[in-house]
């Protein structure tokens, strides 16, 4: 567990994670980390659904996309509630506000 008001840091390079001091968050499967990563590589600026999609299943998407989609934010939400991000709506998509310096992509 973490302590309240610690600095969560998020991996984009290697392992996509989130760490709160000793802890990891789990953010779920495979997919819905490559949400996350996608993201993380624009951090507070939004980004499409369709791009999103793109991102996460490239030319081939699955045949309710954005359905899925819209689950994988709704339990991203879920886990990153409390560490210091926040997965919003708005600009025409998805903005993951966040510290850039918690990014290590960004480093």
């Known amino acids: 567990m973490w302590v309240v008001g610690e600095v969560p840091n998020f ?7 989130v760490q709160v001091g000793a802890a990891l968050i ?3 499967h495979a997919r819905q980390r490559c949400v ?8 507070n600026r939004p980004v499409s659904v369709d791009l999103l999609i ?8 699955p045949t ?4 899925t989609l819209y689950g994988y934010l709704h339990r991203l939400r879920q886990a990153l ?9 708005g600009g025409g998509g998805y903005v993951l506000e966040v510290d850039e310096e918690s990014v290590d992509l960004l480093l």
């Open 26 to 28: 789990d953010v779920g």
């Open 81 to 89: 509630a409390g560490v210091g991000a926040e997965i919003r709506r």
């Open 64 to 67: 309710r996309a954005r359905g």
């Open 54 to 61: 793109e991102r996460v299943w490239g030319e081939r998407p």
């Open 36 to 43: 996350l990563a996608a993201l993380l590589v624009e951090p």
């Open 11 to 17: 991996g984009v390079l290697g392992v996509i994670r």
